[in-house]
């Protein structure tokens, strides 16, 4: 891939700017730039991760991305999640052979016509962000090439979130950019929940999940069901 190629990718990272409810924000624009840049490449995410919890999609290339994003969160694994955990990319060049490896995730992902993902931890020294994950629709590997400038943009957007961060300190406001899918929600009906059963938020958090897969939905249309009391809690306490 040549300079000129990869020019509008490195742009948007070195673009610090992050306008809330827009959708040419600065995560926006890097999965977008992402999309342009890797060849064959038809989606791009950018996550803050923070473990299984916390999670906020701060940028997608398109919807489906989005949603591919609330699946891994909605079961706990995937590409994305094991890259954050382990600090090291996951290479995925076709996901029909890693159902046992990811059985709540990879049918899901398939049954969504998504045949491949590559996952790049966002990080800086020792510390952990998030990731940035392209997507294919065909199986396929990256090339050598493309699979350097990723660890690089992952890199460098790690950097730019830090510098995001450190320049709202310095100007007296907290840090918040405006994600393309919170899953606060999740974390009020979690509270919620472990408030009304007397359990641990991990404990809350899982029922939250498993009554989720259980019935082949998102953690986060349930967690929106128990706010507006379309799901009596008891019903969560097994």
Do not use: K
Request: glycine residues 10%.
């Amino acid at each position: 891939m040549d300079g000129r190629h990869r020019g509008p990718l490195w742009r948007a990272i070195a673009s610090a700017e992050d306008v809330a409810g827009r959708r040419d924000s600065w995560a926006q624009t890097v999965c977008l730039a992402c999309v342009e840049t890797f060849d064959r490449v038809d989606a791009a995410i950018l996550a803050l991760r923070g473990g299984s919890h916390a999670e906020e999609v701060l940028g997608a290339s398109d919807p489906w991305a989005a949603d591919l994003a609330e699946a891994q969160y909605t079961v706990g694994e995937g590409p994305g999640v094991e890259a954050f955990a382990a600090g090291t990319p996951v290479l995925v060049s076709d996901l029909r052979v890693e159902q046992v490896r990811w059985p709540g995730f990879a049918q899901a992902a398939l049954d969504g016509g998504v045949a491949a993902m590559f996952a790049f931890p966002l990080q800086f020294g020792a510390i952990r962000l998030g990731t940035l994950e392209l997507i294919r629709r065909g199986p396929g590997g990256l090339p050598s090439d493309e699979l350097r400038d990723a660890v690089l943009a992952a890199d460098l957007g790690a950097a730019a979130l830090l510098r995001q961060a450190r320049t709202a300190e310095v100007e007296g406001h907290e840090f918040a950019p405006d994600p393309v899918r919170s899953f606060q929600d999740v974390n009020v009906a979690t509270g919620m929940l472990a408030a009304q059963l007397h359990i641990g938020l991990d404990d809350a958090f899982t029922r939250l999940r498993a009554h989720a897969y259980g019935r082949n939905r998102s953690i986060l249309d349930v967690a929106r069901d128990v706010l507006d009391r379309r799901i009596v809690l008891d019903e969560l306490a097994e």
